[in-house]
């Protein structure tokens, strides 16, 4: 794989092996951002062969006709495929394909990738970006690379020196300061059956990110997530609450509610590889959102940046009918939009003393809005077993590119796959709302809201 490198220099690489909490952007560094670096640290010139735009703001103009809460149009609606990918061209372009792509393409000669102009729309608002130019200088990794001090309402590391920065810069992204959406999961069984193992109702508020925040009010919590099942019927009601950590300081808290047991009740086990209940197993509960919960049985690498084919700006997607958008094998073709983007690369391979049934997975972070595109999993006989997508909705409204909705992953052994947090077909799309109180994240509230 060709790689533009991108990396600091040996001190930085050190800090990856340390683990040392040290800053390597110095004020001079720093300063590019918003000029040759766009204000969240991503190249801003296109690229050479004018396939890649200059980013020149994003999108943030308001979509038409849009009402909040209900299925954003696209905005592209009018764009054309520039080229198709599929198992008779795929050489051509293997270059700027992931090997998860490539093995899907390889599996399904029916696939085909609908590549279109590459459009540069993420954006979020000023104060992000101001605060970002803050983090530059004063964020720091603590000592094992698991927690993030000094970084508070922007990119935490917009010029990453190491793996774990650019994780963590995927981690505290802008998605909004409170949203609330409606979600269903979807299963796809090898012979082709589609079953909806579950839905319900997210809850998301993002402390990290409050707008009338700072770095001495905020108290280490970036997260607190609420999801309340609605579907089955013989499973309504339970509910899992998240208290996620960006403070090496601060511990991770995760509590369940099950109908049956009418309490609610810690749930450490909603971690790691785990299998997912809400997928029926098909995903494990560290691929959900892309990334979720503890990932310290890994240790991460920044590879370098490339250019990748990757889904991009599905706004159309995310508006289509479930059984219109699900097929047989694989996602509609005609629905899913691909673009050329740079992204970063980053590894994540076990650590020593650590278990865990994906042993290495590479991940892809667009350069834009540090969400996690893809990412690809191996197996501990080095076998490609797992491909995983985000099908980004852009959200002008925020403004925002949202990846961790419409999202889900492919077992190459067993050709299943899943689409999961999908508003397809449902009352509400992730919509931004007013900040609740702490107190709608407790376990107290989660069981008063919980009960039938």
Known sequence: MKLTTVLA??????????????????????????????????ERAGNKEGTIPRWEGGYTKPLPGYTPGAPRPDPFADD???LSISGKNVGQYAEKLSDGTRALLAKYPALRLDVYPTRRS????????????????????????????????????PIPANGYEAIWNHRLGWLGESAEYSLGTWVVTPDGNKVQPS??????????????????????????????????????????????????????????????????????????????????????????????????HHEFKLVGKKELYVPYNNNRAAAAAPDTLLGGQFLNPDLVRWELHRVWVVDATLAE??????????????????????????????????????????????????GTVMWGGYDLRTGSYYLNAASNGLPTQYKAVARRPNEAFSPDDLAGRSVQ
């Open 9 to 42: 220099a040996a001190g930085a690489l050190l800090c990856v092996q340390t683990g040392a909490a040290l800053a390597f952007v110095t004020a001079e560094e720093a300063a590019k951002l918003g000029s040759s670096l766009t204000p969240m640290g991503a």
């Open 353 to 402: 003393g650590k278990r865990h049934v994906v042993q290495k997975r590479r991940y892809y972070l667009d350069e834009d809005s540090w969400q996690i595109l893809m990412f690809d999993g191996w197996d501990a006989q080095g076998q490609l077993w797992r491909h995983n997508y985000t099908l980004t909705l852009l959200a002008p409204d925020l403004p925002a590119l949202i």
């Open 122 to 157: 993420a954006a979020a608002p000023q104060w992000v970006y101001d605060n970002t130019a803050k983090n530059a200088t004063r964020a720091k990794l603590s000592s094992d690379g698991f927690g993030v001090e000094g970084a508070y309402g922007g990119i935490p590391f």
């Open 80 to 82: 054309k495929p520039t």
């Open 199 to 296: 839905a319900g109702d997210e809850y998301l508020q993002y402390p990290y990110n409050y707008k009338d925040g700072d770095l001495g009010s905020y108290k280490g919590i970036y997260q607190y997530g609420k999801f309340i099942q609605s579907r089955p019927a013989s499973r309504a009601g339970e509910a899992i609450l998240v208290h996620e950590p960006s403070s090496a300081e601060k511990a991770r808290a995760i509590w369940q509610y099950l109908v049956g047991q009418r309490r609610v009740r810690r749930a450490p086990s909603v971690a790691y590889d785990t299998p997912d209940f809400v997928t029926s197993g098909v995903g494990f509960f560290d691929e959900a959102f892309m990334m979720f919960g503890p990932v310290d």
